[in-house]
């Protein structure tokens, strides 16, 4: 085995002490734990909690009474545990109006094939605020799904007023 020293030269003078190499167990160390976190954080494991592939949104912007609705995204993991599945959606509302207006998760519903209306999911992060004129607010509305439901459409319906679709789809 090599002794710390024959290193002096490559690594320089400040990581040894006067009794000739034992800060190099500080090096090892600090390298050693750094391949850990290398290979702990490259490792993957397929579970439950993994994005479905498959089922997408028509994202997009849409306008409606001065406020900007923008989808930007969906997500659609199983929920642990149980036989259904969490959709998330990303969601940016920008005030383009002179007034300030209200935009949040309740204002959301999920549509099914069957004309089924689902309300967002209490147990997850939803978001909501006032937005001034000028500003934008942006959120995650998420709701829970049984497996075998198909989900038609994202729906903003404010004060129980359809507004808005957005085509949920699965793709093949």
């Known amino acids: 085995m090599f002794h710390p020293t024959c290193f002096k030269p490559l690594l320089g003078e400040a990581i040894f002490d006067e009794k000739g190499g034992r800060g190099m167990k500080k090096v090892w160390l600090s390298i050693i734990l750094c391949l850990i976190m290398v290979l702990a954080a490259c490792s993957t494991t397929a579970n439950s909690d993994s994005p ?3 089922i997408k949104a028509k994202v997009g912007s849409d306008m409606v009474d ?3 609705i923008d989808i930007k995204n969906l997500e659609v993991n199983k929920k642990v545990n149980t036989k259904k599945e969490i959709y998330t959606f990303t969601v940016k509302g920008e005030n ?3 007034v ?3 935009l949040g998760s ?3 519903v999920l549509k099914t094939t069957s004309n089924k209306l689902i309300e967002p999911d209490p147990s997850m992060k ?3 605020d006032n937005i001034f004129p000028g500003k934008s607010l942006k959120g995650f509305v ?3 799904v049984p497996e075998t439901t198909k989900i038609k459409a994202l729906v903003y319906k404010p004060k129980n007023k359809e507004l ?3 085509t949920v789809f699965k793709d093949s």
Do not use: N, T, Y
Request: glycine fraction near 16%; proline fraction near 0%; aromatic fraction near 16%.
């Open 52 to 54: 479905q592939e498959g």
């Open 66 to 68: 001065g406020l900007k």
């Open 96 to 98: 383009r109006s002179s």
């Open 100 to 102: 300030s207006l209200g």
């Open 106 to 108: 309740i204002d959301f």
């Open 126 to 128: 939803a978001f909501g």
């Open 142 to 144: 998420s709701f829970s």
């Open 164 to 166: 808005i679709k957005w």
